[in-house]
């Protein structure tokens, strides 16, 4: 009898604990229900006050500007009276011939011919034509004939000698200058070079024209030298 008395208990304990277990969960679940149904916004009226900036007026100031105004005019000069006591006496143009407005003009003769305009015009020196002259043998050929002065060449001296000149209506090689030299004889002897020189005519619109020409002459040492 001992026993069964024990063991009552001991079941309404846990009778009692799973009656709890059920009870929270239920109750959990009908508060989380309760939260998700009930609306928890509260309308309230808030109500903010922004307090007033000063407002700053500013003036806009005009400049004024300065009319320079103009100089006065200069005084008119004093007119002088006249003495009204002299008499003119209305002269008389004795021009020598009649001039008949009615009639027809006869106009002047020419001048005479004057005596430089038989002389033929001096033709045009041309820089750029349709077909430039162009150096008979090749520039190879005229440094060929080129002499390198002794004093270039103990001096050492090289460079390229840039000589100018008008080529005429026959080829040939007029008023050669040295546009830029570099001395110990060198430029000397380019221009007897280029005097030497032949060309094909510059030709403009089918005819032969003079054309001005510009021509690098090379002076180089070499080994042999």
């Given amino acids: 009898m001992s026993l069964i008395r024990l063991k009552k208990p001991q079941a309404d304990v846990h009778a009692r604990h799973d009656l709890y277990i059920k009870f929270g969960t239920i109750t959990t679940l009908l508060i989380f229900i309760v939260m998700f149904r009930v609306n928890f916004d509260i309308d309230r009226d808030v109500s903010f006050t922004i307090a007033e900036q000063e407002i700053v007026e500013i003036e806009e ?18 007119p002088v009276e006249v003495p ?17 407005l009615d009639g027809p003009l006869e106009m002047p003769p020419p001048p005479p011919p004057s005596a430089n305009s038989n002389e033929e015009e001096e033709p045009e020196i041309f820089v750029v034509v349709e077909r ?19 004093i270039a060449r103990l001096a050492g001296i090289e460079g390229r000698v840039m ?24 430029d000397e002897a380019a221009i007897a070079a280029v005097k030497e020189a032949r060309f094909t005519p510059g030709m403009q619109r089918g005819a032969p024209v003079k054309v001005r020409y510009t021509l690098p002459v090379t002076f180089r040492l070499n080994q042999a030298n």
């Fill in 61 to 78: 100031i005009i400049q004024t500007e300065q009319v320079e105004s103009p100089p006065p005019p200069p005084r008119p000069p004093v």
């Fill in 84 to 100: 009204n006591d002299a008499i003119v006496d209305d002269d008389i143009l004795d021009l020598g011939f009649e001039l008949d």
């Fill in 132 to 150: 430039m002259p162009e150096l008979i043998g090749g520039l190879a050929q005229l440094q060929s004939k080129i002499v390198y002065p002794e």
């Fill in 163 to 186: 000589v100018q000149f008008v080529i005429d209506e026959q080829g040939r090689v007029h008023d050669p200058i040295v546009l830029r030299g570099i001395g110990g004889g060198c």
